[in-house]
């Protein structure tokens, strides 16, 4: 069975711009959480959507946004890229909402 | 952003030696979970443990849900070779209806020159 995939597996952005981060869960799984793990750090929750809703939002600007589709996939958006936000993204998919998730590979953003 | 304290952050081990890890937090968790991310790829997870004093292994893994619901324990028994990378503990945040992980700065394990 497929794991949870991501896509693109790399980006490069410059300041200014905005990003689309794609997700699709391992099937059957209804929640998908967004996490931002910069270099040397453990992973920082961003998101959780579960059927379609959200349900978690971590201590991220407004510039940040999600959304879950009826197939359970999932996007990130994120506006006006600072170099800050150079970073991997990674998507996690859990059958409920507070069960444990599983992880993708996840999305290698550059801004330059 | 809110982080659990994990250490060692850093270790070496030799092939055949055993490991532990463990990890800290101020706030009480109902569920603990340790992952392993190896370089280019996401965390994969290891054992989750949903009751305090829990002792659950996984081969030659073994993690302990510690009594407080404040920390958990990570033990690798005989290391080998693909050991190596980097080893997170993760609290889960439950609010019934949603639940997102906080994670440690992580371990990294390395073999000895």
């Known amino acids: 069975d497929a794991g949870v995939t991501q896509s693109p597996t790399h980006l490069i952005k410059t300041r200014g711009q905005h990003v689309t981060l794609r997700c699709s869960p391992i099937s059957g799984h209804k929640s998908v959480s967004w996490y931002q793990q910069v270099l040397g750090q453990g992973p920082q929750f961003i998101f959780q959507?579960?059927?379609?809703?959200?349900?978690g939002r971590g201590n991220f600007p407004d510039r940040f946004s999600a959304r879950q589709f009826p197939n359970y996939s999932s996007e990130l958006n994120v506006n006006a890229l600072l170099l800050g936000d150079s970073a991997l993204y990674l998507c996690a998919s859990s059958l409920q909402a507070n069960q444990p998730q599983h992880f993708g590979d996840g999305t290698r953003l550059s801004i330059l | 952003g809110q982080q659990l304290n994990q250490s060692p952050q850093s270790m070496f081990i030799q092939e055949g030696e055993d490991v532990s890890m463990n990890c800290t937090s101020s706030?009480?968790?109902?569920?603990w979970l340790w992952y392993k991310q190896d370089p280019g790829e996401g965390p994969v997870l290891l054992i989750a443990l949903y009751k305090a004093g829990e002792l659950t292994s996984n081969g030659r893994l073994t993690a302990q849900f510690g009594i407080t619901r404040k920390d958990s324990f990570l033990n690798i028994s005989a290391s080998i070779p693909s050991d190596v990378g980097i080893y997170f503990c993760a609290g889960l945040m439950d609010g019934g209806s949603q639940g997102n992980l906080i994670f440690g700065k992580g371990t990294k394990l390395s073999v000895k020159p």
């Open positions: 706030s009480i968790f109902n569920t």
């Open positions: 959507y579960y059927e379609k809703e959200e349900r």
